[in-house]
C-alpha cells in the first residue's frame, strides 16, 4: 500500500524556485540602489545648500550691523571673513560640504593633510570683496543693483594652489575669442562640478549663494555665460 504524504510537511523549494526568488532580488536591488545613490546625492546637495545659506544669514546679519557693507577677504589665507561670520551665526554655519573629499583637509577632517591646508569648502565672489578684488569692487549693498542675481559665495577648488583659497577671481575667466575656456579657467578655482556635471564644462553642477540671501543649485552656463553676461559681476548681471 503506497504512503501518503504526512499533513503538515511541506516539501523544500524547487531548483528554479530558487533561481526565480534570486532573480526577483537581484531585479528589486538593481532599482533600488540607483535610487538610494540618488536620494543621497539630493540629501548631500541639500546640506551644502543649508551651509551657504547659513553664510548668507549670517553676511546679511553683519551687513546690517556695518551700514550695509559687504565682508572683506584677504590674500593672507588667515580667513577672517569664515571667523567673523561665526560669530554672527555659529550655530548654523558648517565650512565642511559634505561632498568636499579635497585631499587638503587636515587628516582629523577626512583628509591627507596636503599642502596649502583647506579650511572651508566655500569662498567669496571677488568682485564683492573690496580690498582683493582686481576689477572695481562693490563695497556695500547699495552698489547693487539686483543682488539676488549676483553670485556671493561659491564653492573652492577641492585641489591645487586654490584649495585654500578665500575667493576665486572671475574678471579672469574670460579669454577672448576662446568662450570654450571659461569653464576650464573657473575649474581651477571652483569646484564647479561639486554636484554633478562634468568638470570644466558648462553643464558642471555647483551650488551657489547670491547676495539676498538665497542659494540654489546651477549649471555653470548659468552663472557664466561671458565677460559681459554672467552672475558673478554686477555691472551686467541679468
Known sequence: MPLR???GVRRGFTLLELLVVISIIALLTGILLPALGRARAAGRRTQCLMNLRGLEQAH?????DNKG??????HSGSLQWLKTLREYNH??????????????????????????????????NDYLTPTTASSTPY???????RPSSVVHFVMIART????????V???SWWVSGFPQLAPAQAATEMFINAHGGRDASPDAISNYGFLDGHAASLMFRDVYESNVLNRFDPAVAP
Open 5 to 7: 504524504r504526512c499533513a
Open 60 to 64: 546679511w546679519s553683519y551687513m546690517m
Open 69 to 74: 557693507l559687504f565682508i572683506d577677504s584677504s
Open 91 to 124: 550655530d548654523n554655519i558648517s565650512v565642511h560640504s559634505p561632498v568636499d573629499d579635497s585631499p587638503h583637509w587636515p587628516t582629523n577632517q577626512g583628509g591627507q593633510g596636503l599642502t596649502p591646508v583647506r579650511q572651508t569648502s566655500y569662498g567669496i
Open 139 to 145: 563695497v556695500r549693498l547699495e552698489l547693487v543693483n
Open 160 to 167: 591645487g594652489s586654490a584649495a585654500n583659497a578665500e575667493h
Open 169 to 171: 577671481h572671475a574678471d
